[in-house]
């Protein structure tokens, strides 16, 4: 909501709800008691203030300031003046800093600014001209103000100011509100829907797990479930079972770091930490099967040993290239196998001797070579590995690719050992006999395991990483591989689209199958479906399987027999009912340690170690005060962006969370704004509705001037309803269409279509037009879609104005740098073009303050590319790529921006400020009113120059004339 109209009579709010893109908003007015919705057709827009005789100022591009403070990119807030209140707007001022929040107050415009250093309010004459300073804050910026017309009320930090600029007075408003506040009361959480992580106990009857930061042990089926460390003011992570079945390990901060805790099962005997050991941020941690000693990797690629016992460290190795792939102990303790990157697309399989405290290469890699693990007999080392390039042929266009990749392999440790592949001559067994034997298999290999233990490794380390054998299975995309007693564990992955991937899931995906490969038989199986992860109790007897927020337990050497669910939660189908597991939760505490943890991850994984030369502790301390004044995650959200603004930088967000839930009522929509749209419910088969038709009501509810379609839609999203409709000729009829939940991608199409419209028309059809919304596998799809459709004509516009950024521009680059060199001929096909869909003429990009991220890498690399023209806005200026992998304990999310961008032109430049176009058109608010798109036009007179002025050389076809000789009989 902005406020209201002047005369008082309607609501003014800013939303993107008929827009094809997602950002930015415009405004629309409503009616106090209700109505339609009516667009003022000012264009993108998130405030509005009036002046005394009609005059408007229109506030643009208002991204809270506090959330990136001291921001100078393209998107930028600006303030644009309608003074005549005749529609012509210009901008009203440039103070080198983020605009926001227009107000007209006593004969001025006010506004906040950080052009200073700190969010502050300032004012200026309508004319623009006498910049007045009101306040002088540097701890916190000024946010959301509003006025009644004299005063300014607006918040600061976690209180309420209220500014008199007749008189200068800026005092804090003092607040007594009775309040409860609900939401930091106690309440209960389970680990039904807040596992984190978990791990059996060594002989496989219990778990220990992590839940809501929690840290518990329960019997699978039986028994308590017992909650260890503290209860409220801590998180933990990561935990492990210690080889004696009655202690564990794991991550905790109760300390204020994260540092490794010793805990004992019964719940009356004290925790052990390790404090003093700078241990990182642990992303896996393992146990010696042997010793009382604890491996972790860690975000600096670091692979650590913790003695327990001795509270010592010492740090085995580290890679400068990426993180450790994986890391796993010997059955006997000893050597430990670890993926290790020696490059940037290059790991292989190292192996750590700590007796001898040497590491040795374990694998020569092709490429790629990770998730080591061992036979626990000791005659193998399994591993992942990426050597199989077996290309696929693309179904679009011409192009390959490697979608599989990888496949199991192991290693032989003894040079005496042959491959477990090539069988070996035996007898064979017929009848009662077979029988026979594969019941005392089933009946050994219960034992089998803790004998094999006992022995110790050997490693015939001379010309072993020449005795790597590929598993007989076919390519894929395999997760993990384990080893039991003369079976193999693995998961794969199928291939599938990307366009429904989410970056942030509820929970883990459940899309892996879980088989085991017989070494004996020389067969595979599948364990079971539908898969997340799987693990091994310490003895390789009982199998511990994920399957999105479930668990369930089986003997490892079984696979999974589902038509026992249906028994529900026990041994018969081995489920866990991991609701068993509940603990008490105090919002205050949990907001309080995320806080911290939010600050933590900042510190550690930003991509400047100096973090720009930021006090990051007095950040801390200064915002720290504010959590007591929380009184809701939401609140606490906005507590975190203000907190990591401070960063300067883009790309530190704050996602997701335990929000109370509210009710929903989606919006059902039909795809139209009562004019024609191709992808509208209304032209479905056996619809018919046209141009000029009335609606006349819905589900039987009749339409007048106070109720929309809207109103009669609300939540009916996904819904089958029954329009009334009276044609423009003929008798009413009633018509039966499944609404959309969602009608921006129908939106979207036709704008695009749109323009491809208007590009072929103002060329006759010489020149093609490619949108591309986002760098992600939307935008690459969108991208193929048009380019593989316009590439031939004579020129090209790419437009990434609006574009939301991911990571392939390289990809998209790649087709549009090629350059045509020659044509393939043929007799009756004509000519193609090498290399293979190239562009055939000259091309102009459109970009704008909306294209971010990648798209300000794409805009400015199309530049520096020299493809051509670069043409409308600058861009956003937010290249700081992230990883976010590190959930906070409620499962929110914040990112850290790990990955700075350089060229070689403007070196680290793009970042808080994006890339300037060759030609500048502005959009303005009179544009968006006329239906004009000025950046468009431009784009179309500058390739038309170009198309016109190029010449292409094409293979002249001069075959021979007539039909050649006949065979007649």
Avoid: C
């Amino acid at each position: 909501v902005v406020g209201w109209s002047p005369d008082g009579r309607e609501v003014l709010f800013s939303s993107d709800a008929r827009s094809p893109f997602y950002q930015p908003g415009e405004l629309f007015a409503v009616a106090a008691d209700g109505g339609a919705v009516r667009r003022l057709a000012l264009g993108p827009a998130d405030d509005i203030a009036f002046g005394p005789d009609g005059e408007r100022v229109l506030g643009r591009n208002r991204r809270d300031p506090a959330f990136w403070k001291r921001y100078r990119g393209g998107t930028a807030g600006e303030l644009w003046a309608d003074l005549k209140g005749k529609g012509e707007f210009k901008r009203l001022v440039r103070t080198g800093g983020n605009l926001a929040w227009p107000l007209w107050v006593g004969g001025r415009v006010f506004f906040v600014s950080d052009h200073e250093g700190s969010g502050n309010l300032y004012s200026v004459l309508p004319s623009g001209r006498g910049l007045k300073r009101h306040t002088t804050h540097k701890n916190f910026y000024v946010r959301n103000p509003a006025t009644d017309g004299a005063r300014i009320v607006y918040q600061h930090g976690a209180s309420l100011r209220l500014l008199d600029p007749a008189t200068g007075t800026d005092v804090e408003v003092a607040i007594d509100l009775a309040s409860p506040r609900p939401q930091r009361a106690r309440r209960f959480v389970s680990a039904a829907r807040h596992v984190e992580d978990w791990e059996l106990h060594p002989q496989g009857h219990s778990l220990a797990i992590v839940f809501r930061g929690k840290l518990s042990t329960m019997g699978n089926w039986e028994g308590p479930a017992l909650q260890h460390g503290e209860r409220d003011a801590a998180r933990y992570r990561l935990p492990r079972w210690l080889n004696d079945g009655k202690r564990m390990v794991a991550v905790s901060d109760a300390g204020g770091e994260e540092a490794l805790e010793v805990h004992a099962v019964s719940p009356t005997d004290a925790p052990k930490r390790l404090a003093g050991l700078d241990i990182g941020r642990a992303v896996t941690l393992s146990i010696d099967p042997k010793a009382d000693r604890a491996l972790l990797t860690n975000h600096r690629n670091e692979l650590l040993v913790v003695d327990l016992a001795a509270g010592t460290m010492k740090k085995v190795d580290r890679s400068d290239f990426g993180s450790i792939r994986g890391a796993a102990w010997s059955p006997d303790g000893r050597w430990v196998a670890y993926g290790f990157h020696t490059s940037a697309n290059i790991s292989l399989i190292r192996l750590w001797d700590s007796k001898e405290d040497k590491v040795h290469d374990a694998t020569a890699p092709v490429l790629r070579d990770a998730m080591p693990a061992w036979d626990p007999g000791g005659k193998y080392l399994y591993f992942l590995s990426h050597r199989d390039f077996d290309p696929v042929y693309d179904g679009l266009h011409f192009d390959l690719n490697f979608p599989r990749g990888s496949r199991p392999h192991l290693v032989t440790l003894r040079k005496d050992l042959p491959s477990p592949f090539v069988p070996a001559p035996k007898p064979l067994k017929k009848g009662d006999d077979a029988k026979a034997d594969a019941k005392d298999k089933k009946d050994d290999a219960k034992d089998k395991d803790k004998k094999e233990e006992t022995k110790e490794v050997l490693i015939d380390l001379d010309g072993l990483t020449e005795r790597v054998v590929a598993f007989p299975l076919p390519e894929g995309r395999y997760l993990r591989v384990m080893g039991i007693s003369g079976k193999v564990l693995f998961t794969a992955l199928p291939i599938s689209g990307s366009l429904d991937r989410s970056f942030y899931p509820a929970a883990p995906s459940a899309k892996a199958t879980l088989k085991s490969y017989d070494l004996e038989g020389r067969e595979t199986k599948t364990v079971l479906e539908r898969v997340s992860d799987f693990d091994l109790s310490r003895d390789n007897t009982t199998l511990g399987i994920q399957t999105g927020l479930g668990v369930r337990v089986a003997a490892a050497a079984e696979t999974v027999d589902t038509g026992k669910d249906s028994d529900g939660f026990g041994r018969k189908s081995g489920l866990v009912d991991l609701s068993r597991a509940k603990a008490s939760l105090d919002p205050a505490l949990e907001w309080r340690q995320m806080y911290a943890d939010a600050w933590r991850l900042q510190r550690d994984l930003f991509w400047n170690p100096a973090l720009k030369g930021l006090d990051w502790l007095a950040v801390y301390k200064r915002y720290e005060p504010l959590l007591e004044r929380v009184a809701s995650r939401s609140e606490f959200t906005d507590l975190l962006w203000e907190m990591q603004g401070e960063l300067g930088t883009s790309h530190a967000y704050a996602i997701g969370g335990d929000y109370r839930a509210a009710p929903r009522y989606d919006q059902g929509h039909l795809g139209a704004e009562w004019a024609w749209d191709a992808d509208s419910p209304l032209r479905a088969p056996g619809v018919n509705v046209k141009v000029g038709d009335v609606l006349k009501a819905v589900d039987g509810r009749p339409l007048d001037a106070a109720t929309s379609p809207g109103h009669a839609l609300v939540h009916k999203a996904g819904a089958e309803v029954l329009l009334g409709v009276q044609p423009e000729t003929g008798e009413p009829r009633t018509v039966t269409v499944r609404t959309l939940r969602d009608e921006r991608p129908a939106r979207y199409r036709g704008w695009v279509e749109a323009n491809r419209r208007k590009v072929h028309a103002a060329t006759r059809g010489q020149v093609g037009y490619i949108h591309v919304p986002d760098m992600g596998p939307t935008g690459y799809a969108e991208f193929h879609r048009a380019y593989l459709a316009e590439v031939e004509r004579d020129g090209l516009i790419v437009d990434v104005r609006n574009n939301g950024g991911g990571h392939v521009s390289a990809l998209l680059l790649e087709k549009l740098a090629r350059r045509r060199i020659g044509y393939g001929a043929s007799r009756w096909s004509g000519v193609e073009s090498y290399p293979q869909d190239a562009p055939a003429g000259p091309m102009v990009a459109l970009t704008d303050e909306w294209a971010g991220s990648d798209g300000d890498i794409f805009s400015h690399a199309f530049k520096r590319l020299g493809l051509g023209p670069l043409i409308g806005k600058r861009t956003w200026g937010g290249v700081i790529g992230i990883h976010p992998r590190f959930p906070l304990a409620d499962g929110g999310v914040t990112t850290q921006p790990e990955y700075a961008f350089w060229f070689d032109d403007v070196g680290w430049g793009v970042e808080n400020y994006g890339t300037d176009p060759d030609i500048e058109v502005d959009f303005r608010p009179q544009d968006h009113a006329a239906g004009r798109d000025p950046q468009l036009d431009r784009g179309l007179v500058e390739i038309k120059k170009r198309v016109a002025s190029f010449k292409a050389k094409k293979p002249e076809l001069k075959w021979p004339k007539g039909a050649g000789p006949r065979l007649d009989k």
